[in-house]
């Protein structure tokens, strides 16, 4: 059956089987335990038969026995009684034993899958572009990476299971020929009823559990959505609307869940109603030829207890077919993830980049987030290194997405960005994004320690340099008066601190980077005045010798810039050049420490 996507089972069967291929070892090992039930079903109804044929009855024990045992193991009843028990126990200690070590074996795989496709994911969805995020929304990338990765597990555990279920199929088909063919042919005359079923109830049940999966990540995206902004939810009131907004999409999620359980019910319904049929036509004719002495009682025990085992993997085999569409649904949407293309990608023959001089160039550069909707118009300007340049503009001019393509989260639709004199697409993605730090009007905290985020610039840095660059941020007062001082941690998003102390603590992170070029995307917008000196006076410290774009609204904040770039509507309206400062050039050779800067 094939997808709406394109993916047919077959195709998704050997994207999991590549994506396991690490552990194709361990999978081989669970299929051997597997295979070892096979044996263990074959002989769990022969003491039941030993003890009719050949205890109550007069029947030889079978021949494969009687060749192992000494003569003394079956002379007498009470012998074979105790041989008959013995067995019994000992074929339910050994499937104990193969069933801990498959379960064992089995999570310890899935979970190792599990995590391993997750990464994958994770990894992939880092480098998709902003366009992509933006126009998908983070949580359906979530609801792939934490929900619909685990479709591995089920299947790559349950493929040797599903194996196991064929080949005991085929031994109990085997040992009931050899009993009585007429049984055998009675019994299996179900399977194409069976198939047949699991055909039909497979192609309705796929696309129903997609549908599942989407609205699971829709009614999850309400929740990400009012948790993020829990603060404007109470503060109007809105917590009933936004729990009735919840629920709305729950509830389809619900209706389409009972759906699929219909579904589902029937096909189980219909598995039972033709193997009770099978059953029947078994039991009536093996009844039959116990009454003519064509079969003795204990075969018809052996056959009727090989039945209920060989509509086991009948059913099993049937019922995959419907219930593996749920996890195919969902391996199909965690595959589709991967299949999404970067934006922004790094050409085969890309150059390294060490550290930029800091001259930056926009040659007739145009931008549209959607095709037909232009959201920068022809922009061209120059800067020296070194240059602070102030770029102002009403809300929605285009600066910030001017400073997205200067690092490269999105490429022009026309033009060209220059570093240096080298178009942006000519150099390595990592090597260039290095040579940027970037302040924003919302500081963006990661849920550990000061101390972490502050290097999260430079994970490698010691404390002394973390210390350094705290105290060239203004910021180091004030951590040392916290509990754990450096050690304490910020809460989710750093909301445990204040709006200053968040924008001092990253701006600490862009000193210890010491790059060569320095944005600030509103960086005092959301502090008080007071707040706003200290941050500017850490400021024009991290500025000094660095090419900077410093984005305002307040034109006093552009007060000590060396040029000014005002846009509207996406377009330049003014580019003026003032009096360069002392620190002009000062960047040009290479790089400068942290101490120097805040001296």
Not at 454 to 477: D, F, G, L, T, W
Not at 558 to 577: K, M, S
């Amino acid at each position: 059956m094939t997808s709406p996507n394109g993916y047919g089972d077959l195709a998704l069967f050997r994207l999991l089987l590549l994506q396991a291929r690490p552990y194709w070892p361990h999978i081989g090992g669970l299929f051997l335990l597997t295979l070892l039930s096979t044996p263990l079903a074959l002989l769990a109804p022969l003491p039941l038969k030993i003890a009719v044929d050949s205890v109550i009855g007069s029947r030889p024990i079978p021949g494969f026995l009687d060749a192992l045992l000494p003569d003394a193991a079956t002379r007498s009843s009470t012998a074979v009684l105790v041989l008959a028990a013995g067995l019994v126990a000992a074929v339910a200690l050994l499937s104990e034993i193969v069933e801990l070590a498959s379960s064992v074996l089995s999570t310890y795989t899935g979970e190792k899958l599990v995590l391993g496709f997750r990464a994958r994911l994770f990894r992939h969805a880092q480098r998709l572009s902003f366009l992509y995020h933006d126009s998908r929304g983070t949580t359906d990338t979530a609801y792939r990476i934490q929900y619909d990765a685990p479709s591995i597990q089920w299947i790559m555990s349950g493929f040797p299971s599903l194996v196991t279920a064929f080949v005991t199929l085929v031994g109990m088909a085997y040992v009931t020929f050899r009993i009585d063919w007429q049984l055998a042919l009675a019994a299996l005359a179900v399977s194409p009823f069976l198939a047949l079923s699991a055909w039909f109830y497979g192609q309705r049940l796929r696309p129903r559990w997609g549908r599942v999966y989407q609205l699971d990540s829709s009614a999850l995206s309400v929740v990400d959505e009012v948790l993020a902004s829990l603060r404007v939810v109470q503060a109007f009131g809105q917590e009933a609307r936004e729990g009735e907004r919840f629920i709305h999409r729950s509830s389809e999620s619900v209706r389409t869940r009972v759906r699929v359980a219909l579904i589902e019910g029937g096909f189980s319904l219909i598995v039972g109603l033709i193997t009770a049929a099978g059953t029947a036509a078994v039991l009536f004719i093996g009844v039959s030829h116990v009454l003519s002495d064509a079969l003795s009682l204990g075969d018809l025990l052996l056959v009727m207890g090989y039945l209920g085992q060989l509509y086991g993997p009948l059913n099993e085999l049937s019922n995959s077919k419907a219930t593996v569409q749920g996890s195919l649904a969902s391996a199909e949407r965690a595959f589709s993830l991967l299949d999404e293309v970067p934006d922004v990608v790094e050409r085969p023959d890309a150059r390294p980049l060490a550290r930029a001089s800091g001259t930056v160039a926009f040659r007739n550069v145009s931008f549209a987030y959607r095709e037909n909707h232009p959201v920068l118009h022809d922009i061209s300007f120059a800067v020296d290194p070194g240059t602070r340049l102030g770029i102002s503009g009403k809300t929605g001019a285009g600066k910030s997405t001017l400073m997205s393509l200067l690092t490269r989260f999105y490429d022009p639709s026309i033009g060209q960005i220059l570093l240096d004199g080298i178009d942006l697409r000519d150099y390595k993605l990592a090597d260039l994004r290095n040579q940027f730090a970037i302040v924003l009007q919302e500081p963006v905290l990661f849920s550990t320690s000061i101390a972490e985020n502050i290097a999260y610039a430079r994970p490698e840095a010691s404390e002394e340099e973390i210390v350094e660059a705290a105290k060239a941020a203004n910021a180091h007062e004030f951590i040392v008066g916290l509990p754990r001082g450096y050690e304490t941690e910020v809460g989710e998003r750093g909301l445990s601190l204040s709006g200053g102390e968040r924008q001092r603590i990253a701006l600490a992170r862009a000193f210890l980077k010491d790059a060569p070029i320095l944005i600030l995307d509103e960086p005092t917008s959301s502090v008080d005045t007071n707040t706003e000196a200290v941050i500017m006076e850490a400021m024009e410290r991290l500025m000094r010798g660095r090419t900077t774009f410093m984005i305002a609204h307040r034109l006093s904040t552009l007060a000590n810039c060396d040029a000014r770039l005002q846009i509207e509507d996406g377009r330049v309206v003014a580019f003026e050049r003032y009096a360069l400062s002392a620190a002009v050039g000062e960047n040009a050779a290479g790089s400068r420490g942290i101490g120097e800067g805040a001296s």
